[in-house]
Nanobody, 114 residues
């Protein structure tokens, strides 16, 4: 079955960086575009970033442009989100999801606080 396992979250100070990973299995990862989403306390889940199946096309929500980078390793069935210059408003549980499949992992918590 489809499995999505996010990891790499943690507690960081403002301005620091993190790299999230999403290990995918149970579907043809290299044939699927992927997304990162996040959900902050008390807020609805929001889309953060998109990457095409080949990795050649990416897009981001305005609030993370220039700070976050989505990438993928199709040989390892892994999706990444490199997050730089983290701010308190980036605090959320981060999830990966195939673009055209209704599956979610359990997410990984990112907390940005001084």
């Amino acid at each position: 079955q489809v499995q999505l396992v996010e990891s790499g979250g943690g507690l960081v100070q403002p301005g620091e960086s993190l790299r999230l990973s999403c290990a995918a299995s149970g579907f043809p990862f290299s044939e699927n575009a992927m997304n990162w989403y996040r959900q902050s306390p008390g807020k609805e889940r929001e889309w953060v970033a998109f990457i095409s199946s080949t990795g050649r096309s990416t897009s981001y929500v305005e609030s993370v442009k220039g700070r976050f980078a989505i990438s993928r390793d199709n040989a390892e069935n892994t999706l990444f989100l490199t997050m730089n210059s983290l701010q308190p408003e980036d605090t959320a549980v981060y999830y990966c999801r195939p673009a055209d499949m209704p599956y979610w992992g359990k997410g990984t918590l990112v907390t940005v606080s001084s």
